[in-house]
């Protein structure tokens, strides 16, 4: 009778662990780029059955019976229920997995995982932005030291050009008096023509100065 009844949880456990095997490789089976919706229908499935086995073996570890309780005395019994009580706590690991795999795809704002994420992001966020201040302060910098050398030089330039044009009044201070001189020469070569003639022809005539030398 003994051994009958240690039989029978056996084939229980036996049966509680193929069903999660078999799920497992429906999951593996399942196309990585199929929908989130997939992914979470899947998931929920497997959650559902991992707490049904989760409750049979519970059920199993709390006998309310007195027959139970006196069965628990048998080593082979004992022996079964520690089983059943690792395979318990594997269930309970894969469901907190799971679990935890389902909040991931369900991200919303309110959840942990979401809080975590909007963190993280507003976390980003700021050092971009400071990234960003001290990247504009660095242009500003450089753009500032391109403006300065650009108005050293336009002040250079100016300076040039107002010498030049004082040069260019300078020539034409000359000229005129040059102009005004050649003026007066050209008078004077008029008034010698006009009221010494013979001297003039005298001038004009190299061999008769020659003449006159001798």
């Known amino acids: 009778m003994t051994l009958m ?34 992914k979470v229908a899947k998931k929920e499935e497997e959650i559902q059955l991992l707490l049904g086995e989760v409750k049979t073996l519970a059920e199993n570890l709390n006998p309310e019976t007195h027959d139970m309780r006196r069965k628990l005395l048998d080593p082979a ?10 395979e318990l706590g594997k269930k309970e690991a894969k469901i907190k997995q799971l679990t935890e795999e389902l909040e991931a795809v369900n991200f919303t704002p309110s959840s942990l995982t979401g809080k975590r994420l909007l963190a993280k992001c507003r976390s980003l966020q700021h050092e971009n932005e400071e990234l960003g201040k001290r990247l504009c302060q660095g242009r500003v910098a450089q753009y500032e030291l391109e403006i300065a050398m650009q108005k050293k030089l336009i002040d250079e ?14 020539l034409d201070e000359e000229v005129e008096t040059l102009q005004s001189r050649v003026f007066n020469l050209q008078a004077h070569v008029d008034y010698c023509e006009k009221n010494h003639p013979a001297i003039t022809s005298i001038e004009s005539d190299p061999l008769d100065n020659t003449m006159l030398e001798e």
Do not use: R
Request: hydrophobic content about 35%; charged content about 20%.
């Open 5 to 38: 009844t240690g039989q029978q949880p056996s084939d229980q456990v036996t049966a509680g662990t193929t069903e999660p095997s078999e799920q497992s490789f429906s999951i593996m089976d399942v196309d990585p780029g199929a929908g989130d919706s997939l």
């Open 77 to 86: 019994i004992n022996a079964l229920f520690v089983l059943m009580k690792k």
């Open 157 to 170: 330039l100016k300076g040039n050009i107002k010498e030049s044009d004082q040069l260019i009044v300078n």
